[in-house]
């Protein structure tokens, strides 16, 4: 409750600075590992192993894609778990993650050796860059086993509660490599190879600080059993860190376009082939520091905004957007002015190049990267929109500018003016992502001031004396319109005990300081799009959030009454109880549409298509966090069709099926 109050109640910059400052420097120290091996090589070697280096980073990010997925899986995994007071399970999770990722790292190793010359064509690779890029990609091929182990194992080590000892193990490799480049590059004389051990060295390093923590886990104990792999969990470690997944192959996939576009494109010009391709590479990676920034700003903010959006504190909720969006405007303004007035000094910190190089590198610093103001707007409403739960405006807006704007464009652009073209759909897909970013926040904000009183529904119980007289919990599941929650209803005052439904919106309401609205509209419901957020910025979302405070309560609520409890995974929530009766209500379309209409008040001619995304919302819910399907009667001790019987007789059939339940207890 301490952190809650802090967050309803604490100043939004003192706030700001306490959450986003470690996410900054997380970013950073990531995006910085990547460039100093370029400063060096530019100096040592020149813009041709720039070059090299470029067409070889896509390996390392494809490593990082799958690194990632394991690692926020598995941490989103333990986290649900834990949260489900569940340590074995959480523990075969962690477990689980290490291995796959181990696997996958030794997979990836033995298919890069073999193919690396192959996969670096893919990926835009010149008869000039060639030998610099298959020496540089071999040391770095031997060295990305311990950088996806320890990068998997470094998520799981945040999740587990020691954020400083990942942040100390990080920044000790990034420190380590700055170090050893310029020994190996210019004491040793050993150029690109150089500069690739230093890396892989730093890497294991990394990796060997980190696998020592395996002994020290906090949350959970690592056993013999916890190591067998299980199908089910590697399932939902890999369904939890899909998004990191997308996020980073989707930078891989815009890195092979733009480097065989420039390639292509670039060999028609007086620039040649290699100079575009190192050029873009060096601007890419200089303008993802400028991204990192944002990002650690926005992502330290999800607390603050996902907690008051829940509250209802709309006030706090726009002052922290606002700061927000000034904060990376300022920094993209920052951003934009050097980007402008200085590329050539810019470009030199990674080396000399001749005139051609400088010119190219001036042009795609001031063409490519011209509005790239409009991040400090984009890049945050993503985040934004995953913290108040809007999985899909968040979605479209992480993805929109790398895979929906920026590759068609190029594509499309560079068709019609040739390098240029590559160019110029920077710009563009910013302008694009940047209006499309203003459309969602406009709307949102029409939506927050709006919605400034909190609309509280409490249905009373009738309860009568408990005529029970074994403790009996009865769960419901439910069609929507099928009269499940009536059912429920009518079995709990025949029986003299408890419904609990939307008590489960106001107890939750009362623990956690977030609205019942609020809850209403998180709770028990998941978007396809809801699989692109998991992960994507820290941390478990809202839905699992709510799904370990519902189970933390359904479990707290059945362990001291009789009740009837309706829908939220209940029947799997308390699978293990032997006093449990677990009911599954349904009908057929025409007579659930005629309820809908009824008694929900639905729009006749829509009623149909919206019951239809109201149960697959439930079925897609359920299949998450139980790995079961929610229609599937073997789940339910009994199935009733509710227009058969009708709910009254429905009722009657499960309350005699409780009598017989007495007995056998």
């Given at each position: 409750?301490?952190?809650?109050?802090?967050?309803?109640?604490?100043?939004?910059?003192?706030?700001?600075?306490?959450?986003?400052?470690?996410?900054?420097?997380?970013?950073?120290?990531?995006?910085?590992?990547?460039?100093?091996?370029?400063?060096?090589?530019?100096?040592g070697?020149?813009?041709?192993?720039?070059?090299?280096?470029?067409?070889?980073?896509?390996?390392?990010?494809?490593?990082?894609?799958?690194?990632?997925?394991?690692?926020?899986?598995?941490?989103?995994?333990?986290?649900?778990?834990?949260?489900?007071?569940?340590?074995?399970?959480a523990?075969?999770?962690?477990?689980?993650?290490?291995i796959?990722?181990?696997?996958?790292a030794?997979?990836?190793?033995?298919?890069?050796l073999?193919?690396?010359p192959?996969?670096?064509?893919i990926f835009?690779?010149?008869?000039?860059?060639r030998?610099?890029?298959?020496?540089?990609?071999?040391?770095?091929?031997?060295?990305?086993?311990?950088?996806?182990?320890?990068?998997?194992?470094?998520?799981?080590?945040?999740?587990?509660?020691?954020p400083?000892?990942?942040?100390?193990?990080?920044?000790l490799?990034?420190?380590?490599?700055?170090?050893?480049?310029?020994?190996?590059i210019f004491?040793?004389?050993?150029?690109?190879?150089?500069?690739a051990?230093?890396?892989?060295?730093?890497?294991?390093?990394?990796?060997?600080l980190?696998?020592?923590?395996?002994?020290?886990?906090?949350?959970?104990s690592?056993?013999?059993?916890?190591?067998?792999?299980?199908?089910?969990?590697?399932?939902k470690?890999?369904?939890?860190?899909?998004?990191?997944?997308?996020t980073?192959?989707?930078?891989?996939?815009?890195m092979?376009?733009?480097?065989?576009?420039?390639?292509?494109?670039?060999?028609?010009?007086?620039?040649?082939?290699?100079?575009?391709?190192?050029?873009?590479?060096?601007?890419m990676?200089?303008?993802?520091?400028?991204?990192?920034?944002?990002?650690?700003?926005?992502?330290?903010?999800?607390?603050?905004?996902?907690?008051?959006?829940g509250a209802?504190r709309?006030?706090?909720?726009?002052?922290?957007?606002?700061?927000?969006?000034?904060?990376?405007?300022?920094?993209?303004?920052?951003?934009?002015i050097?980007?402008?007035?200085?590329p050539?000094?810019?470009?030199?910190?990674?080396?000399?190049?001749?005139?051609?190089?400088m010119?190219?590198?001036?042009?795609?610093?001031?063409?490519y990267?011209?509005?790239?103001?409009?991040?400090?707007?984009?890049?945050?409403s993503?985040?934004?929109f995953?913290?108040?739960?809007?999985?899909?405006?968040?979605?479209?807006?992480?993805l929109?500018?790398?895979?929906?704007?920026l590759?068609?464009?190029?594509?499309i652009?560079?068709?019609?003016?040739?390098?240029m073209?590559v160019?110029?759909?920077?710009?563009?897909a910013?302008?694009?992502?940047?209006?499309l970013?203003?459309?969602?926040?406009?709307?949102?904000?029409?939506?927050?001031?709006?919605n400034?009183?909190?609309i509280?529904?409490?249905e009373?119980?009738?309860?009568?004396?408990?005529?029970l007289?074994?403790?009996?919990?009865?769960?419901?599941s439910?069609?929507?319109?099928?009269?499940?929650?009536?059912?429920?209803?009518?079995?709990?005052?025949?029986?003299?005990?408890?419904?609990?439904?939307?008590?489960?919106?106001?107890?939750?309401?009362?623990?956690?300081?977030?609205?019942?609205?609020?809850?209403?509209?998180?709770?028990?419901?998941?978007?396809?799009?809801?699989?692109?957020?998991?992960?994507?910025?820290?941390?478990?979302?809202?839905?699992?959030?709510?799904?370990?405070?519902?189970?933390?309560?359904?479990?707290?609520?059945?362990?001291?009454?009789?009740?009837v409890?309706?829908?939220?995974?209940?029947?799997?929530?308390?699978?293990?109880?032997?006093?449990?009766?677990?009911?599954?209500?349904?009908?057929?379309?025409?007579?659930?549409?005629?309820?809908?209409?009824?008694?929900?008040?639905?729009?006749?001619?829509?009623?149909?298509?919206e019951?239809?995304?109201?149960?697959?919302l439930?079925?897609?819910h359920?299949?998450?966090?139980?790995?079961?399907?929610?229609?599937?009667?073997?789940?339910?001790?009994?199935c009733?069709?509710?227009?058969?019987?009708?709910?009254?007789?429905?009722?009657?059939?499960?309350?005699?099926?409780?009598?017989?339940?007495?007995?056998?207890?």
């Amino acid at each position: 409750m301490e952190k809650e109050n802090i967050l309803e109640n604490e100043k939004i910059t003192k706030l700001i600075k306490k959450f986003s400052i470690p996410c900054i420097i997380s970013l950073l120290v990531n995006s910085l590992y990547n460039i100093v091996d370029q400063i060096f090589i530019g100096w040592g070697v020149g813009y041709l192993g720039n070059g090299a280096t470029n067409v070889v980073f896509p390996l390392t990010m494809i490593c990082l894609a799958f690194a990632l997925m394991f690692g926020d899986g598995t941490s989103s995994y333990l986290s649900l778990k834990l949260g489900e007071k569940k340590k074995e399970d959480a523990a075969r999770g962690v477990t689980n993650g290490i291995i796959m990722s181990s696997i996958v790292a030794v997979i990836f190793l033995i298919i890069t050796l073999v193919f690396l010359p192959q996969i670096l064509n893919i990926f835009g690779c010149t008869d000039n860059l060639r030998q610099y890029a298959l020496s540089y990609g071999r040391i770095i091929t031997i060295g990305l086993p311990f950088m996806m182990i320890g990068t998997t194992l470094n998520s799981i080590i945040r999740a587990d509660g020691s954020p400083n000892y990942a942040m100390f193990t990080m920044v000790l490799g990034a420190v380590l490599n700055t170090i050893l480049d310029p020994i190996f590059i210019f004491v040793f004389k050993m150029g690109v190879e150089g500069a690739a051990i230093a890396t892989i060295f730093s890497q294991f390093v990394t990796f060997i600080l980190n696998t020592f923590y395996i002994k020290k886990f906090k949350s959970v104990s690592i056993n013999k059993e916890s190591i067998l792999l299980k199908l089910n969990v590697i399932r939902k470690i890999i369904t939890l860190g899909i998004s990191s997944f997308i996020t980073q192959m989707s930078f891989v996939f815009v890195m092979g376009v733009e480097n065989n576009l420039l390639g292509k494109y670039g060999m028609e010009t007086k620039y040649g082939s290699e100079i575009p391709i190192t050029v873009f590479g060096i601007v890419m990676k200089i303008s993802q520091i400028l991204n990192s920034i944002i990002i650690g700003i926005a992502a330290g903010t999800q607390p603050i905004v996902g907690y008051n959006y829940g509250a209802r504190r709309f006030d706090r909720v726009k002052e922290t957007l606002k700061i927000v969006l000034k904060l990376s405007l300022v920094i993209s303004t920052v951003a934009f002015i050097l980007f402008q007035t200085i590329p050539d000094k810019l470009i030199s910190i990674f080396g000399n190049g001749n005139e051609n190089y400088m010119e190219f590198a001036c042009l795609s610093f001031r063409i490519y990267l011209l509005l790239c103001i409009c991040n400090g707007i984009q890049i945050p409403s993503g985040i934004f929109f995953q913290a108040i739960g809007k999985s899909s405006r968040s979605a479209i807006l992480s993805l929109s500018r790398q895979i929906l704007f920026l590759i068609p464009t190029m594509i499309i652009l560079s068709s019609i003016f040739g390098l240029m073209g590559v160019l110029y759909a920077g710009p563009v897909a910013d302008g694009i992502a940047f209006i499309l970013a203003v459309i969602f926040l406009a709307i949102e904000n029409k939506h927050l001031k709006n919605n400034g009183e909190n609309i509280k529904e409490n249905e009373q119980n009738t309860i009568v004396e408990n005529k029970l007289d074994k403790h009996i919990v009865i769960t419901v599941s439910r069609e929507y319109g099928s009269g499940g929650r009536y059912v429920g209803k009518l079995v709990a005052d025949k029986l003299g005990i408890k419904l609990y439904d939307k008590e489960f919106i106001i107890k939750l309401a009362e623990e956690t300081g977030l609205a019942e609205e609020y809850i209403k509209d998180n709770e028990q419901k998941r978007d396809i799009l809801d699989g692109l957020n998991n992960g994507y910025y820290f941390g478990t979302n809202n839905s699992d959030e709510l799904y370990i405070k519902e189970s933390e309560l359904i479990k707290e609520i059945a362990s001291k009454e009789s009740c009837v409890i309706v829908g939220r995974c209940a029947d799997f929530i308390l699978k293990d109880k032997s006093n449990v009766i677990k009911v599954f209500v349904y009908s057929n379309i025409k007579d659930k549409v005629k309820r809908a209409v009824e008694i929900y008040g639905l729009d006749k001619n829509k009623a149909e298509k919206e019951i239809k995304r109201i149960d697959k919302l439930r079925a897609n819910h359920y299949k998450y966090y139980t790995e079961k399907e929610w229609n599937n009667h073997s789940n339910y001790d009994i199935c009733i069709n509710s227009d058969t019987l009708g709910v009254e007789k429905s009722a009657e059939l499960i309350c005699t099926m409780i009598k017989e339940k007495e007995l056998s207890i």
